[in-house]
């Protein structure tokens, strides 16, 4: 029986937090179980839980391998990775070490050594790996809260008030150029944009003088929600924040600024949940107008249509079905 989980991944504001905060989701679901949180000294863990047990890897450690299978007992754990450095030899290591393994991945890689792949994008299995391929919505790595909210009624408001986020590294400063967009439109009473660190400063001073622009930062989990409730439209790239706000209810204009969203675009757009913003690097303010009017100007039955597709998809299984995997590695 392995009763030990341990969760692997990095995160700070040059890479963001989103492999750090899928895991967390993950670990607020899952039932029960001694776990554990390691990260090199690179990352951001501040934000994290105070129940979270947080192990930094020392930097004079030569082998992260060897000091995994030296600090816990293989045959005891189940380890589960989240980002791009946990390549195939990586993880064949591991399971010769025997470690049962969760691979989290937003790409489709050419092969795997993990017992499952965990993909976010709603996407059909392949079949062509040995790993068992569990992918899309059923199972979206989101905090226990945002999945209770999916389990409430989804109800038509009118649209004015706008929700932007573009992650905790924005280098673009898409968030920027996102509410610059919006404002100029004048067609809503309120616009929050939720920041991260390295782009904080740039919104603050962009939007001092403008009322009805509130830069957020470093919220909870739960203040997080009730900024969220308060928007009726969310703009936010093909992440977890695009899931997240799919959960309570909002019309979701959402498109791709780096290549590991654009799986879960297609899947998304495929399955009629979001209004297609495409490439953001390429978007115009032209074509951001045209296309936040063409969501306020749906017909009620459009919008209803859009919320019960929603409510379909973001059902609030997720708990269910991914203490059942997890629990298939024990």
Known sequence: MRNKLIFR???NAEIGLGHLYRLLGLHSILKDSEAYFVTSS???????????????ISKDVNSELDWLADTFDPKDCILITDGYDFDYAYQQRIKELG?????????????????VILNPAPIQSSNKFKSKECYGIPYALLRKEFIHEAQKGRSLKEIRKAFVSFGGSDYNKL???????????????????????????????AFQDHSNVEIHHNLNVNQLIELMKKCQLAVVPCSTISYEVSCLGLF??????VDNQELIHEGLWRQQLIFDAGNYNEMTSE????????????????????LENQAKHFNGKQIENLNHLVDSLR
């Not at 690179?42 to 930094?56: A, D």
């Open 42 to 56: 690179k990352s951001l863990t501040s934000f994290f839980p105070e129940n979270i047990h947080h192990i930094e």
């Open 175 to 205: 968030a920027l150029k996102t509410t610059r967009m919006l404002l100029e439109m004048n067609l809503f009473d309120e616009i929050h944009v939720l920041s991260g660190v390295s782009a904080l400063e740039d919104l603050q001073n």
């Open 9 to 11: 991944a990095e995160g």
């Open 252 to 257: 979701v204009l959402a498109g791709y600024y």
């Open 99 to 115: 470690f049962n393994l969760i691979a989290v991945d937003d790409f489709i890689k050419n092969d795997y050594a993990a017992d």
């Open 287 to 306: 074509k951001m107008n045209s296309l936040v009017r063409s969501i306020i100007n749906l017909s009620d039955h459009e919008k209803s249509q859009y």
